[in-house]
């Protein structure tokens, strides 16, 4: 570029129509020139050990650990004997990550590409509760973590795509300052299956359009932030009855349904500019006569997403140690067929040293070609270069205090939470409650949690202060739930706050016999019940009809603040049902309230 500007003086240029534009073009041209070489530079100096290594992504527990201890010796491991591309978050808290990663870094010939599931935001938190003997000042609650978001189907719910915008840029500021570079979201599923036991609140809504847009504006959102979107899990894993963790799931489905409804979100995603695409572990037939997993089948990841669908970023696997995979391939050969079927990069093998061995004896077999190992290395340095890692791969320490849990990113959470909230039945106005109602909160979850509602019972204390809090779970047995209703006798008003929500190997969603009689017995009770979902809302199909009904998507603190200033009136209602909730609700119903009081507006980007 310099080169060029000695040619045509800058002063000289700026006299032409159209100058500026000129002078962002060449710069341009001129950055990615050096990002090229420095890919070509890289993969060059590579010997093969260490190219097969940049296919990768191991897990890393990111918590304070000596570097004589047994978790950074097997990360130090990974990157020093199996030339890693990058590290997937196990777990951690803010500034250990960025401690631990900034180590790895330095030992890193290559720099590492530092991965996390970021579905939630910077959820990564390491909360502090204030208990009595400690000084009287200190905050009642301090998250110790980064800004938290609504579950995808809360931010579906909101109706709004700027809210899905603002979720990504502040995931992008956060993460990026603390060292993560690539978040394995967003799932661009379309949840139309009420009996999905994995995807569920994961996904934006059941309608391909809208789950579109959202979509779009979040990937938007991460990548004008300078932090890699994921796609997932391609080609669409939103119609399913089984957890993949757990099986193999089939679906009929042609390329015809696949066009109408599950490519949808993706095809506004790649359109979007997203670096990556996770692949899912499930078998389509019709698309793969081998009946392989969709991450193992060249005709899904080579033929419709790099060629119909014309992507050119990172296809990534989802975990290896899912038994939709586990139990049908050894990990080497699973490792193999997913390079071999169009994958770039291998997350988290069942045996991280027999699928590193595989894929490497592959290449030194000519299995796999070099022309192949080095496509996919390309796009992997690519991805670096895109996110920085050629000129800085360290991050500043002493700066993230400066910009995780800002206060603006904050306020965009809690209106994004308040935003979302859907009331669904309010019975003879009962929203907002009367003052002066006595109040008993009673949380029913199916595991067992000491902290869960104490945020909801904190807001309702505003309406009344002696108010009450029961914890139940499906572990508590008959003779506390009789105890509990015996109690509910005296109070005004049951607010039952049900915390049903997806996790990894769980399986169907559900409750124990003791908790579903107490729903039962609720049901007929002859005072003002309200019923709110923190997490899958298709349980309300199971649930007694009651007086007050509100959907609110995921079980975080802020949620369960933003549920009880709906009850006492201090925010309206907007939201809208983002799914459909057989035999009770349908996609789209919501009442709205207005406030009792002007709410803050909030500084939009």
Do not use: C
Request: hydrophobic share 40%.
């Amino acid at each position: 570029m310099i080169r060029i500007l000695r040619i045509v003086k800058v002063p000289e240029l700026l006299r032409f129509p159209y100058s500026y534009i000129i002078i962002l073009l060449l710069i341009s041209m001129s950055t990615r020139a050096q990002n090229t070489n420095w890919v070509e530079t890289t993969l060059s100096s590579m010997s093969v050990e260490e190219k097969v290594g940049q296919l990768f992504i191991a897990d890393l527990i990111a918590v304070y650990s000596h570097q004589e201890s047994e978790n950074f010796r097997l990360a130090k491991e990974r990157v020093i004997k199996y030339h890693v591309g990058g590290f997937v978050l196990a777990g951690g808290t803010v500034s250990d990550i960025a401690l631990m990663t900034n180590v790895l870094q330095t030992l890193s010939r290559t720099p590492l590409l530092i991965n996390a599931d970021l579905e939630g935001g910077l959820w990564f938190l390491h909360p502090y509760r204030w208990v009595r003997g400690r000084a009287p000042e200190l905050p009642r609650y301090v998250s110790g973590g980064g800004t938290v978001f609504p579950s995808a189907m809360g931010i579906g719910a909101t109706g709004d795509p700027k809210h899905a915008y603002e979720f990504g840029r502040v995931t992008a500021r956060e993460s990026r300052a603390v060292g993560v570079h690539w978040t394995n979201s967003p799932v661009a599923d379309v949840n139309n299956n009420p009996k999905n036991p994995i995807i569920n609140t994961r996904s934006f809504g059941e309608n391909p359009a809208q789950v579109a847009a959202m979509v779009e504006a979040y990937v938007k959102g991460l990548q004008d932030g300078k932090m890699m979107a994921t796609l997932k899990h391609f080609p669409g894993h939103g119609d399913t009855e089984e957890d993949t963790h757990m099986k193999l799931p089939v679906l009929p489905f042609n390329r015809e349904r696949l066009e109408a409804v599950e490519l949808v979100p993706f095809k506004a995603g790649i359109t979007a500019g997203a670096k990556a695409v996770m692949t899912a572990h499930l078998s389509l037939p019709q698309l793969d006569q081998g009946n392989r997993p969709a991450t193992l089948s060249p005709g899904i990841l080579t033929g419709l997403l790099r060629k119909s669908l014309d992507f050119q970023g990172i296809v990534i696997t989802d975990g290896m140690t899912m038994q939709g995979v586990t139990d049908h391939y050894t990990a080497g050969e699973a490792a193999v067929l997913a390079i071999e079927a169009g994958a770039d990069v291998v997350l988290v093998p069942s045996d991280f040293r027999e699928a590193y061995i595989g894929v490497l004896s592959a290449v030194q077999s000519e299995r796999i070609s070099m022309m192949r190992l080095e496509e996919s290395v390309r796009r992997i340095l690519a991805a670096k270069s895109w996110v920085g890692l050629d000129r800085n791969r360290l991050v500043d320490l002493q700066g993230i205090s400066m910009e995780v849990a800002a206060p603006e990113s904050e306020a965009l959470s809690t209106s994004a939470f308040e935003a979302s909230v859907t009331l669904l039945r309010n019975k003879k106005n009962a929203v907002p409650l009367k003052p002066g109602m006595k109040v008993h909160v009673v949380t029913i979850s199916d595991e067992p949690d000491r902290h869960v509602g104490e945020a909801l019972r904190t807001v309702l204390q505003e309406q009344d202060s002696s108010a009450r809090l029961s914890r139940l779970s499906n572990d508590t047995g008959s003779e506390e739930i009789a105890r509990v209703l015996k109690q509910l006798s005296s109070s005004d008003i049951v607010i039952v706050g049900v915390y049903l929500s997806v996790g990894s190997w769980k399986g169907a969603l559900g409750f124990s016999k003791q908790i579903r009689n107490f729903l039962t017995a609720l049901g007929s009770r002859r005072k003002p019940v309200a019923m709110v979902t923190f997490g899958d809302p298709y349980v309300f199909a199971k649930l007694p009809s009651t007086d007050i009904m509100i959907a609110a998507y995921s079980g975080w603190r802020k949620s369960e603040e933003a549920v009880g200033n709906v009850l006492v009136g201090t925010i309206g209602t907007t939201g809208k049902l983002p799914v459909t909730i057989p035999g009770k609700f349908q996609a789209g119903e919501g009442i709205q309230l207005q406030p009792s009081g002007r709410a803050p507006e909030i500084p939009w980007h």
